[in-house]
């Protein structure tokens, strides 16, 4: 006789912490928890333990939607012709800050 297995973990999250006011968020990581107040917690005593951020966003995982790398030719090859949305024709004036 075969003993099914049980997952007995706790949701997994996903980590976004924003190292300073105005600047983006980046993905720290992933926690499990049973839910968001201990996803939370779990996020903050991982990531932030010596003030590495000042704002956390946590995300359940199997709520993140992702392209297929596989598809990235198709799936990008439209931006490719559209080269004004890319800042690489005018030169950044010196002392100009990255807020």
Excluded: C
Aim: no cysteine.
């Amino acid at each position: 006789m075969t003993e099914e297995i049980k997952d007995t973990q706790w949701p997994l999250w996903e980590v976004f912490i924003q190292s300073n006011p105005g600047l983006p968020y980046k993905h720290a990581g992933s926690v499990h928890g049973s839910d968001k107040e201990i996803a939370m917690q779990n996020a903050r005593d991982t990531y932030t333990r010596r003030n590495e951020g000042t704002s956390i966003w946590i995300v359940p995982s199997n709520s993140i939607v992702a392209s297929n790398p596989s598809d990235s030719d198709m799936f990008f090859e439209p931006s490719n012709d559209k080269i004004y949305r890319h800042p690489t024709f005018y030169v950044m004036p010196e002392g100009a800050l990255n807020i």
